[in-house]
């Protein structure tokens, strides 16, 4: 028998839903690029249902329980002696969610001696020390793609809501103004901006397919440049780096993993180089952007605005200085934990699950670390610091 442990967000606070907005999901037929929707054997939820807080359970306690395995679903990580750091201890598989992560740093790894699966539901598995898991034999998975169009239409979202200067004008309807000088004294058009994304894999390149009606000029850096053919189709524009990039655009949009190669890759020094004025969007990670140079930068007006939905530490502070700064659009992280990613990232995880105790081999798309090094999608994504 193993003991699953499963780290998810709290409730709603007026407790689990009991309808919803929808009645389910649009059915899709797979991927962009051909790689197929996850494929477990069956499901034990409803698409379109809440599965990623405590009460969804990620719809795996049946399966899990009639296997005999042990399913502990908690939202306690982060507390002194949470139930997280309690049950590690014997934990032999751990799930949680980039949106509410359970950080699996090389001190906790080495307090978990029956560890041997760490499982992203949904994609990017920085929360764990990927160096430790490599020295402890820890297979490192994640639904991969199961969100990336979410986030992509998340950023889109977001240039079109700083851009256009949406929030600041939708508070004065609901605060009974009808303040338009106020509204367009900071609205723009994103037609002929220049748009840039660090990284243009699933989520970079879904977003400039979104842009590219837009009429704006679109730029991409990313270690792996796109085949020609794609190149010409959306006129990209491609930089060997992002410090070679972002001073040709109106708006950046990072869509990278985190690795030493890109933590703090936006300092004071990078959002220096930008067109005064400049738009930064960060659906991607935290701390690959300065905290403190982002609001320097916004305070002064070398950003017109920053958005995002990721944070470091998750969930952030009462007092994180991102929930005060001028001219933001910040949400909690959000943008790969749509109801209808759940549904993926929920099935994708069973398929994981599936696949390890049958003792099968995991989709190699699925795998970042396995074996003892990085693995497939880790293999092309990330980097370490051995």
Request: with cysteine; proline share 6%.
């Given at each position: 028998?193993?003991?699953?442990l499963?780290?998810?967000?709290?409730?709603?606070?007026?407790?689990?839903?009991?309808?919803?907005?929808?009645?389910?999901?649009?059915?899709?037929?797979g991927?962009?690029?051909?790689?197929?929707?996850?494929?477990?054997?069956?499901?034990?939820?409803?698409p379109?249902?809440?599965?990623?807080?405590?009460?969804?359970?990620?719809g795996?306690?049946?399966?899990?329980?009639?296997?005999?395995?042990?399913?502990?679903?908690?939202?306690?990580?982060?507390?002194?002696?949470s139930?997280?750091?309690?049950?590690?201890?014997?934990?032999?598989?751990?799930?949680s969610?980039?949106?509410?992560?359970?950080?699996?740093?090389?001190?906790?790894?080495?307090?978990?001696p029956?560890?041997?699966?760490?499982?992203?539901?949904?994609?990017?598995?920085?929360?764990?020390?990927?160096?430790?898991?490599?020295?402890?034999?820890?297979?490192?998975?994640?639904?991969?793609f199961?969100?990336?169009?979410?986030?992509?239409?998340?950023?889109?979202?977001?240039?079109?809501?700083?851009?256009?200067?949406?929030?600041?004008?939708?508070?004065?309807?609901r605060?009974g103004?009808?303040?338009?000088?106020?509204?367009?004294?900071?609205s723009?058009?994103?037609?002929?901006?220049?748009?840039?994304?660090?990284?243009?894999?699933?989520?970079?390149?879904?977003?400039?397919?979104?842009?590219?009606?837009?009429?704006?000029?679109?730029?991409?850096?990313?270690?792996?440049?796109?085949?020609?053919?794609?190149?010409?189709?959306?006129?990209?524009?491609?930089?060997?780096?992002?410090?070679?990039?972002?001073?040709?655009?109106?708006?950046?949009?990072?869509?990278?993993?985190?690795?030493?190669?890109?933590?703090?890759?936006?300092?004071?020094?990078?959002?220096?180089?930008?067109?005064?004025?400049?738009?930064?969007?960060?659906?991607?990670?935290?701390?690959?952007?300065?905290?403190?140079?982002?609001?320097?930068?916004?305070?002064?007006?070398?950003?017109?605005?920053?958005?995002?939905?990721?944070?470091y530490?998750?969930?952030?502070?009462?007092?994180?200085?991102?929930?005060?700064?001028?001219?933001?659009?910040?949400?909690?992280?959000?943008?790969?934990?749509?109801?209808?990613?759940?549904a993926?990232?929920?099935?994708?995880?069973?398929?994981?699950?599936?696949?390890?105790?049958?003792?099968?081999?995991?989709?190699?798309?699925?795998?970042?670390?396995?074996?003892?090094?990085?693995?497939?999608?880790?293999?092309?994504?990330?980097?370490t610091?051995?």
């Amino acid at each position: 028998m193993a003991k699953v442990l499963c780290v998810l967000y709290d409730d709603p606070i007026d407790g689990y839903p009991k309808e919803y907005a929808r009645d389910g999901l649009p059915e899709l037929s797979g991927y962009p690029g051909g790689q197929t929707l996850p494929t477990p054997s069956a499901i034990d939820f409803t698409p379109g249902a809440l599965l990623g807080s405590v009460s969804g359970e990620l719809g795996l306690r049946s399966f899990l329980e009639g296997l005999g395995h042990e399913l502990v679903v908690t939202s306690d990580k982060d507390t002194a002696n949470s139930e997280f750091d309690r049950h590690l201890a014997d934990a032999e598989i751990v799930i949680s969610q980039p949106f509410w992560p359970a950080y699996l740093t090389a001190e906790r790894i080495a307090k978990a001696p029956n560890l041997k699966l760490a499982l992203t539901a949904g994609i990017g598995s920085d929360h764990v020390d990927l160096d430790a898991a490599i020295a402890r034999g820890v297979t490192v998975a994640e639904v991969t793609f199961c969100n990336s169009i979410s986030v992509a239409e998340h950023v889109v979202m977001m240039i079109l809501a700083l851009v256009r200067n949406y929030l600041p004008s939708h508070q004065w309807v609901r605060d009974g103004g009808w303040n338009i000088a106020d509204c367009v004294a900071r609205s723009y058009d994103v037609e002929g901006m220049d748009v840039g994304t660090v990284a243009a894999g699933r989520i970079g390149l879904a977003v400039l397919r979104r842009l590219k009606p837009f009429d704006v000029r679109l730029h991409y850096t990313d270690r792996h440049r796109l085949p020609a053919d794609v190149e010409r189709e959306l006129g990209l524009t491609f930089h060997a780096s992002a410090t070679e990039m972002a001073p040709h655009c109106d708006v950046v949009t990072i869509n990278a993993p985190l690795h030493p190669e890109t933590q703090g890759l936006f300092n004071d020094e990078l959002i220096g180089t930008m067109r005064r004025g400049a738009y930064l969007i960060n659906t991607a990670r935290g701390l690959i952007v300065d905290r403190d140079a982002v609001v320097r930068a916004l305070d002064s007006g070398q950003l017109a605005g920053y958005a995002g939905d990721v944070w470091y530490p998750q969930p952030a502070p009462a007092d994180h200085p991102w929930r005060t700064m001028p001219h933001h659009g910040m949400t909690p992280h959000i943008s790969g934990s749509s109801l209808s990613a759940q549904a993926r990232y929920a099935a994708g995880t069973r398929e994981i699950l599936e696949a390890y105790f049958a003792g099968t081999p995991i989709r190699d798309e699925y795998l970042i670390v396995d074996g003892g090094q990085l693995a497939g999608t880790g293999a092309h994504s990330y980097s370490t610091r051995s």
